[in-house]
């Protein structure tokens, strides 16, 4: 099999340059903006893969010779021309990726050390050529520059309630996020610590006993709950607490057929400026599920994001590059299930620590 990249100003020119070189017979595999080390070629890559004749009088001579199973041999053998090319495919792109065509050793290392945090990739080429242009020609203290780029990206809030901002806080995400838990943690750290007068609020009417856990963490607190099941009871509820000087929304884990059934009280919630918004997520996620839940949740029109089980994974760079890509600051993080010892506010320091083969990198250099 032969697989090859083409490149050129559109998809449709690639193709037909691909079409041009192999033939008529060759199969698209993947098309994509090119990366920016090969953007120089075309601002799109074309991947096409060639299955030489002689392959495939063989899997036909195979299918044949198994005729009594062919519809399955047909199947599998497509499937293995598929993985085949797949993993070539994306075998060359970690390669090429990884080389980092016509720069130093160390921009080659600095590279890799941050595809390995689990950053999207294309940040990654933003920071370190960002990087280059800072540290200058001599690139000596590239250990710096991209500690300095990294750090000028993060966006942090970890003001629950701010003075003259929003003091009515809502947690929005999907089910087993640990939004109940965290709501509780915020209710001792940014309510009771802070001795504002606090009422909880929980709109779960998904689950049996859904509003079972926050009426008694309300209740161990000394805390004002309430069971809410609409947008219109909660605007009345918060009306009844006018006075409260901090009020925290429990809401229903929504998963990706129930979306429907949030429309309501997301709408509700976007379109009041007294309510702050956080997205809780699991740092564990992929990158691609949690961007596929940034925009699920999207019409919540979340103020920030919120990160939860950090104990749990030793790579922050998806949670990290979903930030920037959203523009959205990182308010809380989570690490456990003590409550409350196990939230802090999110601070520039702490993702640096959360990346901290970079810091310590960085940090080396630099002395």
């Known amino acids: 099999m032969r697989i090859k990249s083409f490149y050129a100003s559109s998809v449709e020119g690639a193709v037909a340059l691909a079409r041009r070189d192999m033939g008529d017979e060759a199969m698209l595999v993947e098309s994509r903006k090119a990366p920016l080390a090969a953007r120089h070629l075309g601002e799109y890559e074309v991947v096409c893969a060639l299955v030489p004749e002689a392959d495939t009088a063989q899997a036909q001579a195979d299918e044949d010779a198994g005729a009594q199973d062919s519809r399955l041999s047909r199947e599998l053998a497509g499937m293995r021309r598929q993985l085949d090319a797949m993993g070539q495919t994306i075998t060359r792109s970690a390669w090429s990726g990884a080389r980092w065509p016509a720069a130093s050793p160390e921009m080659s290392e600095w590279h890799a050390r941050l595809m390995g945090t689990d950053m999207e990739g294309e940040l990654v080429h933003q920071i370190l050529e960002a990087a280059e242009r800072r540290s200058g020609p001599e690139s000596s203290g590239l250990g710096v520059a991209v500690l300095a780029e990294i750090e000028q990206r993060i966006l942090v809030d970890g003001t629950v309630a701010a003075a003259n901002g929003p003091r009515v806080v809502a947690l929005a995400g999907p089910p087993g996020a640990g939004k109940t838990t965290m709501l509780a943690k915020l209710a001792v750290t940014c309510g009771l610590a802070a001795r504002r007068a606090l009422t909880l609020v929980s709109m779960d009417d998904f689950r049996v006993g859904g509003a079972d856990q926050l009426r008694s963490f309300a209740a161990i607190l000394g805390a004002g709950f309430q069971a809410l099941d609409s947008a219109g009871t909660l605007a009345q509820a918060l009306d009844e607490h006018s006075g409260k000087r901090l009020i925290l929304i429990d809401t229903p884990g929504y998963g990706p057929h129930d979306m429907d059934r949030a429309a309501d009280l997301a709408r509700f919630l976007s379109t009041r400026p007294d309510i702050a918004t956080h997205l809780v997520l699991t740092a564990t996620m992929k990158s691609a599920d949690l961007i596929t839940m940034a925009e699920r949740f999207q019409i ?31 308010s809380f993080l989570g690490t456990g299930q003590d409550i409350p010892d196990d939230v802090a506010p999110a601070t520039k320091e702490r993702i640096l620590s959360l990346l901290w083969p970079l810091t310590t990198s960085a940090k080396r250099l630099a002395a």
């Open 300 to 330: 919540f029109n979340p103020s920030s994001l919120l990160f939860t089980r950090l104990d749990e994974t030793a790579c922050f760079g998806t949670a990290f590059s979903l930030s920037v890509r959203l523009g959205k600051p990182i």
